[in-house]
């Protein structure tokens, strides 16, 4: 598993453990800390686990009413546990992540993952459909980038297109 997908996995775990166990912001630090040496034993970088769990704690009151307006079939309370803070970690990084290091479309594509991996039969559509949501009010940034991969092959096939005279 790829070291950021591991650091999400394990974020997502600590904020279901922080969420069931009555939201103690004191306590999240040693949810972190007990889940890492659980969850990820000899992980090296262990400083995005503590960015994504810390920030999206300290967003939570611009997080979840986001939630209750994209789901206004679901009031918050409703939603399981581990959709609920699935949606919060990707809905941190959406608002307020950096799109360099991690885009939109990465974001909510780790969310659906990890809903696929820990929620139920339909929280990958779940959670799909309110990111979704989120992404198109957002004005959908970054929707036209294109990748490094796709850059350079776009210029190497320029490249061969000046040597060949097309």
């Known amino acids: 598993m790829a070291n950021r997908h591991l650091s999400r996995s394990i974020a ?51 997080i979840d009413p986001l ?3 994209c789901a206004p079939e679901w009031p918050l309370d409703q939603v399981t546990i581990v959709d609920r803070n699935i949606l919060r970690l990707g809905i941190f990084e959406l608002l307020f992540g950096n799109y360099e290091e991690v885009p939109p479309k990465v974001a909510i594509n780790e969310a659906i993952e990890l809903a696929k991996s820990f929620g139920g039969e339909s929280s990958g559509r779940f959670v799909n459909g309110v990111l979704g949501t989120i992404y198109r009010e957002l004005g959908e940034p970054m929707k036209d980038d294109v990748s490094k991969k796709d850059r350079k092959a776009s210029v190497d096939k320029k490249s061969d297109d000046v040597k060949t005279g097309k």
């Open 12 to 62: 997502m775990q600590c904020l279901y453990e922080w969420d069931f166990n009555g939201k103690k912001s004191k306590d999240a630090e040693d949810v972190i800390d007990k889940n890492i040496k659980e969850f990820g034993p000899g992980m090296d970088d262990t400083e995005f686990v503590h960015f994504l769990v810390g920030n999206t704690i300290k967003n939570i009151a611009k």
């Open 67 to 69: 939630i209750e307006k």
